[in-house]
């Protein structure tokens, strides 16, 4: 059982910056989601296990960076310039899809970390 651990949620005001964490169990292919209240999970970004060609959705590319460890198993969303529509519930997923981005096609979930952008 793969097992995936979140951190580095919070609080932050609009403007600021936060760095999200997740330690994997192994070595996949993986991405981050969003979900905020009433809506669908949304696609944020995803790398490979090389960590090479990262993609992202329009919405956050060029505010948000996903990055992986030398050791491969972890895997950081770094987020700048938030905005209080960036506040939801924060998930990395893992998989073996290549740079995918439907929740579908990933196979294990983090437990989700609160991400709350105040204006």
């Known amino acids: 059982q793969v097992q995936l651990v979140e951190s580095g949620g919070g609080l932050v005001q609009a403007g600021g910056s936060l760095r999200l964490s997740c330690a994997a169990s192994?070595?996949?292919?993986m991405a981050w989601f969003r979900q905020a209240p009433g809506k669908e999970r949304e696609f944020l970004a995803a790398?490979?296990?090389?960590?090479?060609?990262?993609k992202y959705a329009d919405s956050v590319e060029g505010r948000f960076t996903i990055s992986r460890d030398n050791a491969g198993n972890t895997v950081s969303l770094q987020m700048n310039s938030l905005k209080p529509e960036d506040t939801a519930v924060y998930y990395c997923?893992?998989?073996?899809?290549?740079?995918?981005?439907?929740?579908?096609?990933?196979?294990?979930w983090g437990q989700g970390t609160q991400v709350t952008v105040s204006s």
């Open positions: 997923a893992a998989g073996t899809q290549f740079l995918a981005s439907r929740t579908l096609d990933y196979k294990w």
């Open positions: 192994g070595r996949y292919h």
């Open positions: 790398i490979s296990v090389t960590g090479d060609l990262p």
